[in-house]
Each structure stands twice: as C-alpha cells, then as structure tokens.
C-alpha cells in the first residue's frame, strides 16, 4: 500500500467516524424545565429545547414553540396523548396549551417523529 492510499484510507475512517458521531451518538443538550409554570417557551431547532417540561395536574400550560430551523422535520409538533397537532412556520412563534388532569409521562415529538420531548405531570 502506497502513503497516498494510506492517507485516503485514515480521510475516509475519519469521515465514517464523525457520521457515526453525529448522527447517532451525539447527545443534543436536553435542557430541563425544573418548575411548574403557566407557560414556557420552546425553541425548535434540531430538537426541542427544553426537551423535558414539568407540568401540575389539573393545571394547564400554554407551550409557545418557536422554529428557528429549515428543516421539514421540525415544522410539525404532535401531542397524542392530548389529540394536538400545530404547524410551525420557520420563525413564528405558536402556541398550543395543553390541560394535563392526571400525573404521568406524555410524550411529543414533531410530524416524522425524530425531534423528541416529553412532559412530566406531577
């Protein structure tokens, strides 16, 4: 094997090896909202950010989404637990208010269901 073909071969591991990174191991900074609130803003770009929301039972909170990405993944926000579903228009912020009556875990995710997030209800 010749230096040059060495060199493609090291270029092309490294290539694989930040695909492999980014697309599957890399861990998106999953902010926390840690306490009961009327209302919260969420930015959406590259996942939901807070991705966690804690919410009081029998307590409704207005979540105001925000697109700040191109990204057609991002352009849709679903809550089937709650029936919801809201396009989000890049740059507009909308919001959807959700009325949690008993505790548990629901989750939300956008229109292809790769950006995830979840609402704790105490």
């Not at 090291?10 to 861990?27: C, D, K, P, R, T």
């Not at 930015?43 to 307590?59: C, D, N, W």
């Not at 507009?92 to 949690?100: A, D, F, M, V």
């Amino acid at each position: 094997m010749t230096s040059t073909q060495i060199l493609i071969n090291l270029a092309g591991l490294a290539v694989i090896s930040w695909i492999v990174w980014h697309f599957w191991l890399w861990q998106r900074n999953n902010a926390t909202a840690t306490k009961v609130i009327d209302y919260l803003d969420i930015t959406v770009k590259g996942g939901y950010q807070p991705a966690t929301i804690i919410a009081k039972a029998g307590h409704p909170i207005t979540l105001n989404f925000t697109r700040k990405e191109s990204s057609p993944c991002g352009e849709e926000v679903v809550f089937p637990d709650f029936g919801k579903r809201a396009y989000l228009p890049e740059g507009k912020t909308i919001s959807i208010e959700i009325n949690p009556q008993k505790p548990s875990v629901y989750e939300f995710t956008c229109g292809m269901n790769m950006y995830k997030g979840k609402l704790i209800v105490e």
